[in-house]
């Protein structure tokens, strides 16, 4: 008769003890007065993630969570010697997860986060909180605006052509439907060296909470909408504007409210710099960056509506014809590789011909900046944080007059500009893509191929050999641009 009582008194207690029940699959938000805090686990029948995540803290005091998935109604840290107490170890973005079997009860309890808030989220389908392994892409600045956009979510979904109507897309294309449920990513962006920036935890909470209210915070008012940028898939684009010249920033893009992706580290560039910001181009999709294009209203960057007619027609006239000397083989029926496709072959020659078309501006180096400062008026700049090489190569710039375009397609620019060269390797994509009758090459290393190309980047720049260049990219997530061409996500 003693047995039904004792039972009766446990559920009371642990009631009592855990009176917040956690709702499966849901964020919850919460600030800490007491310790210990504890919190009803949901039952399932799968095991749950129990993740949480700091949305502000005190450098006084260090929080610690435990969770039990058993009879220890109120999990601590005389009780990791159980074999059903855990405890949740926080990263250094104050995010940390564990996941347990809770059949019929469990319970979250929480030491030592008195003034802080923090965000639990308990999940059958893996852990709410977490850093995801891609970041974000830092297409290009100018001395007060960013394009960037978000780690890839989905693919393209777009159809190969086959044999017998194999029909390329057409030099001015169009994308393929959208995703229909595409996850929600927010952009966050921050003054690298502010104080209140520095003293936050990178969780998606902290950014949210504190965009609104910290000075040196900036978010992206409104997305620029979906972009097929590349075969890697379909992103976020954000054209964010309000920000200082020959300034670093740090920025993280944090998916679902709770998933973070960063950080990536650029710079500014000076106040002198001219050239805006060219982007969201259907034929040139991969286009997005700074290029001596003028515009009327600086703060919104170019887009495909503003080029210049004569740049359009004559990059869409050369991209169509090459496309029908292309076509005159039977493309699906005679192969002439067994790795690549005509569809290849188009797709390598518009990156290229997009990209050579429209120079990309750049600046030099500032006398006075450092390799640790990051020189915030050069494309090559390190943002703080940066993972210097050994040896800082020397981009491929070169000066370009305004009155001589280096495309005479394009207009004459306000001013004299800088301007990036294309990594060869954008050559050399096309040239490995396309079959050998149509006579595309590249111009050779050892000879002339400086004159017009990034050279030894992602290469080594001797003939025949592939990898092993002195940066392995044309551009990185700390901000650096080498050449144009290929980054690293």
Not at 197 to 222: E, H, Y
Not at 323 to 330: G, K, P, Q, R, S
Request: net charge negative.
């Amino acid at each position: 008769m003693l047995l039904p009582r004792t039972l009766l008194c446990l559920a009371q207690a642990w009631l009592v003890l855990a009176d917040t029940q956690l709702v499966l699959n849901q964020l919850q938000t919460f600030s800490a007065t007491t310790s210990p805090l504890t919190y009803s686990l949901p039952a399932s029948s799968d095991p749950v993630s129990v993740s949480v995540a700091l949305c502000s803290y005190q450098k006084s005091t260090t929080p610690r969570f435990f969770v039990s998935n058993g009879s220890v109604t109120t999990p601590g840290p005389d009780d990791l010697g159980e074999g059903d107490v855990f405890e949740i170890e926080l990263d250094d973005y104050s995010l940390g997860s564990v996941t347990v079997q809770v059949a019929s009860a469990g319970v979250l309890a929480v030491y030592n986060a008195a003034d802080m808030s923090f965000e639990v989220g308990v999940s059958d389908e893996g852990p709410l909180h977490q850093v995801l392994d891609e970041v974000p892409l830092f297409s290009d600045s100018t001395a007060n605006q960013v394009l960037m956009f978000s780690p890839p979510f989905s693919p393209s979904n777009m159809s190969s052509p086959s044999y017998p109507n194999y029909t390329l897309p057409a030099a001015n294309q169009t994308f393929p439907p959208e995703p229909t449920s595409p996850p929600d990513y927010s952009l966050f962006i921050a003054a690298t060296t502010s104080s209140a920036f520095m003293t936050l935890p990178r969780t998606g909470c902290a950014f949210r909470g504190s965009a609104s209210n910290v000075g040196q915070f900036l978010t992206s008012s409104r997305s620029e909408g979906l972009w097929l940028r590349d075969t890697d898939g379909w992103r976020w684009q954000w054209f964010v504007n309000g920000l200082v010249p020959m300034t670093n920033y740090t920025a993280y893009a944090v998916k679902n409210e709770s998933q973070v992706a960063g950080p990536v580290y650029f710079a500014t560039k000076s106040p002198a710099f001219a050239c805006p910001i060219v982007y969201g181009i259907p034929f040139c999709p991969s286009i997005g960056y700074a290029a001596p294009v003028g515009n009327n209203d600086p703060g919104t960057g170019v887009s495909a509506g503003e080029l210049p007619s004569a740049f359009t027609e004559n990059l869409l006239s050369g991209l169509s014809n090459f496309t029908t000397m292309l076509t005159t083989i039977a493309c699906g029926r005679d192969l002439y590789s067994p790795l690549v496709t005509c569809a290849d072959c188009q797709a390598a020659y518009r990156n290229w011909l997009c990209i050579v078309s429209l120079p990309r501006c750049a600046e030099y180096a500032s006398p006075t900046s450092s390799s640790t400062t990051a020189a915030s008026s050069t494309s090559t700049m390190l943002g703080q944080g940066a993972q210097e090489p050994l040896i800082t190569p020397t981009p491929a710039l070169a000066m370009q007059n305004a009155s001589n375009p280096r495309n005479p397609s394009l207009p004459p620019f306000a001013e004299n500009y800088t301007a990036v060269l294309p990594c060869l390797e954008v050559c050399h994509a096309a040239d490995r893509a396309c079959p050998p009758f149509l006579g595309f090459q590249c111009p050779l290393p050892q000879y002339t191929a400086g004159q017009s190309y990034g050279v030894g980047f992602v290469d080594t720049g001797e003939e025949g050999v592939v990898g092993g260049g002195l940066t392995g990219a044309g551009t990185d997530q700390w901000g650096n641009v080498w050449c144009n061409g290929p980054g690293v996500v």
